[in-house]
């Protein structure tokens, strides 16, 4: 099991379920999105997707922009707690304080339904679980070896210290059947404090994934949990004793 630490130091939690046609397309009908009126998500506002090309020419480069509706954004009083309801998919997302995993995947899994009832898409093709998390560090400066253990390399012919730092990663995770986009940095709080940014998107493509099937909600809800025992592991793994001390 997980430790659980008492200072967490989680700044968003995220859900998604994305969801597809049965010919594989997003869904193509944007008011099916259109959550009903929800007492606890007041604040509606529509998404939009900007594409854009551009074609060049001997006489000259000429720029073209499509804006399209795709969906609908939901937002609790406090603003803490949004919904994404679009014709890609789901998202659930709840900013900090965060209290624990039941709470969180049982209101987005209620939302989910809302959404499913509604958009009836015919499949989800890819179920993630993502936590962002910002570790604070009272110090002007850090080496990052001793807070991260997965951080860039300089050169020996490089002065051996960073101004900045931001670095993505993809790695495989076969005992999830999954993989995690790992995504790090630094950010400059103050003149006194550094902030570790450790970024992490588990997620599992399930292209034959049908919302119709007996098993579903077990299926779906089995992916997640996985999901998040793999966010944890990768967290771990990723952390050094020193962030441990800081957050317990």
Not at 150 to 157: A, I, N, R
């Amino acid at each position: 099991m997980a430790e659980r630490y008492e200072n967490a130091p989680i700044l968003e939690a995220v859900i998604e379920l994305r969801v597809a046609s049965a010919d594989g397309a997003p869904l193509a009908d944007v008011n099916r999105v259109r959550i009903p009126d929800d007492n606890l998500y007041p604040e509606v506002r529509d998404r939009f997707m900007v594409q854009g090309a551009f074609q060049i020419s001997d006489e000259a480069v000429t720029t073209t922009a499509d804006r399209n509706h795709i969906g609908y954004e939901y937002k609790s009083k406090d603003g803490k707690q949004v919904v994404y309801s679009t014709v890609q998919g789901f998202v659930y997302s709840l900013s900090a304080p965060y209290d624990c995993w039941g709470r969180f995947v049982d209101e987005g899994w209620r939302l989910w339904l809302r959404y499913r009832e509604h958009a009836k898409p015919d499949r989800v093709t890819r179920i993630a679980v993502r936590y962002i998390n910002r570790i604070e560090v009272p110090k002007p400066q850090i080496e990052l070896k001793d807070y991260l253990r997965t951080y860039p390399e300089l050169s020996p012919d490089l002065p051996q210290a960073l101004a900045g730092f931001f670095m993505q990663t993809l790695v495989p995770l076969p005992a999830y059947g999954a993989f995690v986009n790992i995504t790090s940095a630094l950010q400059k709080q103050n003149p006194e404090s550094i902030s570790v940014i450790l970024d992490l998107d588990c997620f599992r493509e399930t292209p034959e994934l049908m919302v119709s099937s007996h098993d579903f909600d077990e299926e779906a809800r089995r992916v997640l949990v996985s999901l998040r025992s793999a966010k944890n592991a990768v967290f771990e793994a990723c952390i050094t004793d020193e962030v441990r001390r800081l957050i317990r």
